[in-house]
T-cell receptor
């Protein structure tokens, strides 16, 4: 099983550029999440989805957008990249209750210059 | 807002030593999970504890959930270099899923 697949692994953007971080899971999980991880700051929730067609904001949603058209895919869109968005981004999925835990992708390291 | 404080933030010990790391909160959680993250990878679930006072063992790792379900500890016996990583605790029961602590960076020196 592939689990949660994120692409790309690394990306350098110029200020003001846009990009989409891709996330796909093959476990038929209803819940999916996007986090950013910065040194010493832990994992911050950007957006999450409890099922296809449903998304909601997390702790740090500004500058990002998401969509959930299928159960498998949960892309994260950066419209106007800013240096503050330099971070490592993780996508995760779960069955829907905390008891099962999250399955994380291997991350996308994004640098905005 | 539920917060989880992990301590110590950094820990470097010699192979073969024992260690304990802590995860504390003023909030009650419905469950508590521990993850390990290696450089360049996402966190990987180690264990979930759900009952106050619960103790779970995973080979040389022992996890305990506090009686009041506000804290947890991870004890490693005879640490090995392969135990090196970032250990994250996460509390369940929030409206938007798990609340993560900032982690303990553990280095086991050969």
């Amino acid at each position: 099983n592939a689990g949660v697949t994120q692409t790309p692994k690394f990306r350098i953007l110029k200020i003001g550029q846009s990009m989409t971080l891709q996330c796909t899971q093959d476990m038929n999980h209803n819940y999916m999440y996007w986090y950013r991880q910065d040194p010493g700051m832990g994992l911050k929730l950007i957006y999450y989805s409890v099922g296809a067609g449903i998304t909601d904001k997390g702790e740090v949603p500004n500058g990002y957008n998401v969509s959930r058209s299928t159960t498998e895919d949960f892309p994260l869109r950066l419209e106007l990249a800013a240096p503050s968005q330099t971070s490592v981004y993780f996508c995760a999925s779960s069955h829907g209750t905390d008891l099962y835990g999250y399955t994380f992708g291997s991350g996308t390291r994004l640098t905005v210059v | 807002t539920q917060l989880l404080e992990q301590s110590p933030q950094f820990l470097s010990i010699q192979e073969g030593e024992n260690l304990t790391v802590y995860c504390n909160s003023s909030s009650v959680f419905s469950s508590l999970q521990w993850y390990r993250q290696e450089p360049g990878e996402g966190p990987v679930l180690l264990v979930t504890v759900v009952t106050g006072g619960e103790v779970k063992k995973l080979k040389r790792l022992t996890f305990q959930f506090g009686d009041a379900r506000k804290d947890s500890s991870l004890h490693i016996t005879a640490a090995q270099p392969g135990d090196t990583g970032l250990y994250l605790c996460a509390g369940g029961g929030g409206a938007d899923g798990l609340t993560f602590g900032k982690g303990t960076h553990l280095i086991i020196q050969p």
